[in-house]
């Protein structure tokens, strides 16, 4: 056993302590952070802000788009279109059918001379 | 381009696409399906809700008036072709031409007359509300269209018909 073998293991912790702090001061010199850009904390503080602040002009558009992939919101949107356009086409289509048989029997009945 | 925009107008383009589709669909199937099935008194079953009793009467009654309605068809357009033929042969009216155009005029009236009477037969063989409804469309397609004109000219010109 190692640890028993010491017979004063305070003291070692000691003096590792102190090669660690004069390692890293030998680092720290060895490698100078580079200066910090103009502003640089208010800006990081401004990215913070901006990051928290919630979702405001142009980002509606993405929220949009996030909805439109949803896929309930498109297959009910789909569904209602159909719907729609079924409804819309028969009453169309009931509509025109009839115009088209008053016009035959007033061609029938009441030529165009006598109108 | 923003990638969402593309979403969107996408999705526009295809929505639209899904309505547009869905509706001539369902018109033309609609249309087709209804046409089949009609005949020259389609109109009169469907829109004045007549039963099939009713609807026999006013058959017999239409089927009576054809042959009617043919020969003053055939005699106006013999009239018809008799005033193109004067008209065609001089540069004035002439007392000829003049005849011509009354007689044809008389024959439209005689024709017209008879038309309005098939009318109120036609209304009487319905139920009451119904052939007043028929009767008041009938006579607004057949004279109001006339009225329509002579209004139209009469704001025109700025005199009215039959008002001295």
Known sequence: MKENMNPDPGSTRGSAEASDTRFREVLRAARPSPSLPPRFQENVWRRIEEAEAPAKSGSWLDALAALVLRPRFAYATVAALVLAGVLLGTYQGAQTVKQTEQARYLAVVAPNSLR | ?164
């Open chain 2, 1 to 164: 381009m923003n990638r969402s925009l593309v979403i969107l107008l996408g999705a526009l383009a295809l929505a639209a696409a899904v309505f547009a589709g869905s509706y001539f669909v369902s018109q033309r199937a609609c249309v087709t399906t209804m046409t089949r099935s009609a005949d020259d008194l389609s109109w009169l079953r469907d829109e004045f809700h007549l039963s099939d009793a009713e609807m026999a009467r006013v058959r017999q009654l239409h089927e009576g008036y054809m042959p009617q309605c043919a020969k003053m068809c055939a005699l106006i357009a013999a009239k018809e072709t008799e005033v193109q033929t004067v008209l065609a042969n001089g540069t004035n009216v002439t007392a000829e031409a003049q005849k011509k155009l009354t007689e044809l005029g008389e024959l439209r009236a005689q024709c017209q007359a008879q038309m309005i009477q098939h009318f109120v037969t036609v209304s009487q063989a319905m139920p009451p509300e119904q052939g007043r409804r028929y009767l008041a469309e009938m006579k607004k397609i057949t004279l109001g269209s006339h009225e329509a004109i002579e209004q139209s000219m009469s704001d025109h010109t700025g005199h009215e018909h039959g008002s001295n």
